[in-house]
């Protein structure tokens, strides 16, 4: 087993000019890194929300494993291949009779297990079971496989990502946020060993609100009435985070924000 290990964290993939910039850039990061997985969120990878298992089969080809969030629901035949794809990952703090899993244990050919697990916040979205309380069920099943663990907590509050990352500190490998696009600039190693990162941002058009075209976001506010959404096709935006893990013990061993933004277009 390699004293060290080393992945990388893609941010929220927003349709397809998001897609498309994955398959253009990280190659590039693989290249520098030679990680040994990488994960991603998918949740908006279909027109901007939602996923599809043709979108799916994509992505796969590209990374080891898919996380997501509320917007996985958003395209309904996305939902039974969650059912069928065991590395495409919804929070698991959604009702069980929910099709697919929240978690994922990843093999690798040097004796390392790395598990990935997927939760959702609760301030300022739906009110689904507490993600404090799951992450406690899940990571203590989870530990029983691999102290290597890594969480992709889908949430709104900053203070809620946060307050997370301090509760599961030391028992887990990495707390990185998802949900609001935007990465912070809060990357550090917490006193028992977590990495994290309050949010990675996101894989799309960089000349973009949060991944939309900017005049359909503008008129959503200036209106007050619903917009057609639709993916920001201009600019290449690609956030994301490397980590070092000590796969014997879990502890991470370092964290780096790596962001690239060019001019660009389909």
Known sequence: MPAELGFLF????????GRQALKKKLPVLVEKYAPAFVAANAEN???????????????????????????????????????????????????????????YVLEGKEGWKAAILNLQGRVFMEPLDCPFRAADEEVEKLRAVTPLIIVDFHAEATSEKQALGWYLDGRVSAVIG????????????????????????????????????????????????PQRFEPEKSGIFFSA????VDPQTGRALSIRREMVTEEWSE
């Open 241 to 244: 985070v490397y980590i070092e």
């Open 10 to 17: 893609i941010g929220d993939i927003i349709g397809r000019p």
């Open 45 to 103: 990878a279909a027109g901007g929300a939602g996923i599809t298992e043709e979108i799916g089969r994509e992505l796969l080809a590209l990374v080891d494993v898919l996380t997501s969030g509320n917007h996985v629901w958003d395209k309904k035949e996305g939902i039974s291949y969650l059912d069928r794809e065991p590395r495409l990952l919804r929070p698991a703090n959604y009702p069980p009779r929910n099709p697919g899993k929240g978690a």
């Open 178 to 225: 998802t949900h609001t696009h935007v990465p912070t600039a809060d990357e550090r190693i917490l006193p028992g060993g977590t990495a994290y990162i309050t949010d990675v941002g996101m894989v799309g058009g960089r000349d973009s609100v949060i991944g939309i075209q900017r005049e359909q976001a503008l008129a959503r506010f200036l209106t007050a009435r």
